[in-house]
């Protein structure tokens, strides 16, 4: 007998090898029901697996993250069943479960139309009503290749045959006549998966790679209830109208064009205000926190780049002019930067330095170059060129810990005051030793860095989630990271500790007794990129901008042309205080432009007729209250300058 310590502390006895679903059942019907996998001490296995030794087990359902990704593996293999019931000649590639549900990809004669994504959900409704168990079974690498090669699944055949030589058997799941090459884990059968909805079907090449076979692949997601399935639904629909790549475009704050390429968003006039605004604001908050703003160039000669390690470790990520192969002859090559980094070294190295320098914080509006794969782009947020609040901070060890505290104060500042604070997590990213390739610097120079990186956090009190081999090639990151409106992560800020870049470049600064020191270096940014920024805000505010980004702060609209001196006054007048203001003078009913200002989320919108025009007020409204009175003009524009001045949300 095996002694199992199950939740709430409860130790009950079992036979050795009994199963963790077994085990499920004996407690409840209704938990075995709901089971996913299980956690024998703590780590996650499949409910098949035999409880052999005495240990803590937790059951595992759909609640979490472990038990949902079971439960949409096994919805994808009912897919890939049904979709073999209806176009046998299909061939299967792969059907992993993904953030929010599955996929997988087929290769098949058939284009699976919306009209087949159907066909296809109601053969699977078929399947789970037929409530099949999911048998796990093994095989020997000559005989999973005998099967997979007789059922002519020659996607399967290549997977084996990077498994094989390895000797180990490889195991299947198999549901009535459908067997599935797999390591699960898996439910026990079809009929948990209750409801389910194929989300939409787009061309992916087999692993990813382009000089491979073009496969179709169907996004689906999978619940045990159709009520959790309609609201998530509902949530993809909302997540879709608020989607920066539609709204961004329907709102005109950018575009894009095929003559310029991928990744490479136009700013319109609107959006590039916005980012003005957060720009000016950037740089007078980093003035007045003691920031040094410098400009440097946009490219540098290679030699640069091999000083900084960027041209061994990060050349594939660059945009090079010239020609490097003729480099020997004598021509010059260039490659627009990918990082600042190496640039702001070049003004810190403009003189000699001495510890009354220290620290030293370099600020720049930096515009970026990077060469990523044109499958990855994606309106602003995977870009080739973006513009970034970079900065580098030289300071002595001392100064460290309160420098780095400097840096994430302000980055919580930008956050709070832009109102994404609530939205995002912290990574404390670490590198990998077993990557040597990506990452310059020696095992004891990383566990340095990251042990003091790791202290400071600690000592701020900061929560952070780990992520092995996510540090950048020359030293540790803190990563605020951010998720979209599909909940689709991606990091918005970095601040990094590094003292390798230092000693590469020879920068250094004398210290009180006279001997020369390599300072340490604080790599961060404040708002992150602004491209991916201003995407996170379209999505936040759903283009209900907050008054002080607004690209159009207040619509001013006379009743008749009567009116129009009076409104292109009133719009001199509060364009001398700063604001972006229109006068709609079109020969409209008011009633239709009020509506279009309401419409197009203004934040406030004022009408002038024959009263206001007499005694020299406005009558305005307001973006979610709609007409909140007349009041005097210089009470109004005091109004909408304290409420930008205060940034309010
Ligand atoms: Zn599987
Ligand atoms: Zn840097």
Known sequence: MVKVTLKGDVIKEYEAGTTIAEIAKSIGMGLY???????????YYDLRTAVNED???????????????????TASHIMAQAVKRLYPETKLAIGPSVDNGFYYDFDSEVSFTPEI??????????????DLSLEKFELSPTEALAMMEEKGEIYKVELINEHADKGEPISFY????????????????????????????????????????????IYATAFPKQSALDEHLAQLEEARKRDHNKLGRELELFTTSELIGQGLPIMLPKGARIIQTLQRWVEDEEQKRGW???????????????????????????????????????????????????????????????????????????????NEASGEMHGLIRVRQFTISEGHLMCTPEQLEDEFRGCLELANYMLQTLGLYEDVSFRFSQWDPNNKEKY??????????????????????????????????YGP??????????????????????????????????DKDGTKKNPYIIHRTSIGCYERTLALLIEKYAGAFP???????????????????????????????????????????TGYKIRESRLQKLPYWVIVGDKEVEDGTVSVSKRGQGDIGSMAFNDFANMLKEEIDNKVR
């Open 174 to 217: 198999k549901q009535g006549e459908f067997t599935e090459l797999c390591a699960g884990p898996h439910l026990m059968s079809t009929g948990a998966v209750k409801a389910f909805k194929l989300t939409s079907c787009t061309g992916a090449y087999w692993r990813g790679n382009e000089k491979n076979k073009m496969l179709q692949r």
């Open 55 to 73: 240990c803590a087990l937790e059951i595992v359902t759909f609640d979490e993250i472990e038990g949902k990704k079971t439960f949409w593996h």
């Open 440 to 473: 310059i610097g020696t095992p004891e120079q990383w566990d340095e860095a990251q042990g003091i990186m790791g202290k400071i956090l600690d000592h701020l009190g900061i929560k952070y989630s780990i992520g092995i081999d996510e540090a950048a090639f």
């Open 117 to 130: 994504l159907e066909k296809i959900e109601a053969e699977m409704k078929k399947i789970v009503k037929e």
């Open 292 to 370: 040094l703003l410098t400009k440097t160039p946009f490219m540098a000669k290679s030699d640069l780049y091999k000083v900084s390690g960027h041209w061994d470790h990060y050349l594939d990520g660059m945009f090079v002019l010239g020609d490097p192969a003729k480099e020997e002859e004598g021509e010059e090559v260039f490659a627009l930067r990918p990082m600042t980094c190496p640039f702001q070294y070049q003004a810190y190295l403009n003189r000699p330095r001495s510890y009354r320098d220290l620290p030293l914080r370099y600020n720049e509006t930096s515009t970026l170059f990077r």
């Open 33 to 43: 029901k709901s089971a996913c996998g299980g956690k024998i001490n703590g780590v």
């Open 547 to 589: 008054l002080w980004l607004a690209p159009e702060q207040v619509r001013i609209l006379p009743i008749a042309d009567r009116h129009h001196d009076k409104a292109f006054e009133i719009k001199k007048e509060l364009e001398k205080m700063g604001m972006r203001v229109t006068v709609d003078d079109r020969s409209e009913k």
């Open 477 to 510: 990151k803190l990563d605020i990271q951010i998720k979209n409106v599909f909940g689709k992560e991606d990091t918005l800020i970095t601040i990094q500790v590094d003292q390798l870049l230092a000693e590469k470049f020879g920068m250094e600064y004398t």
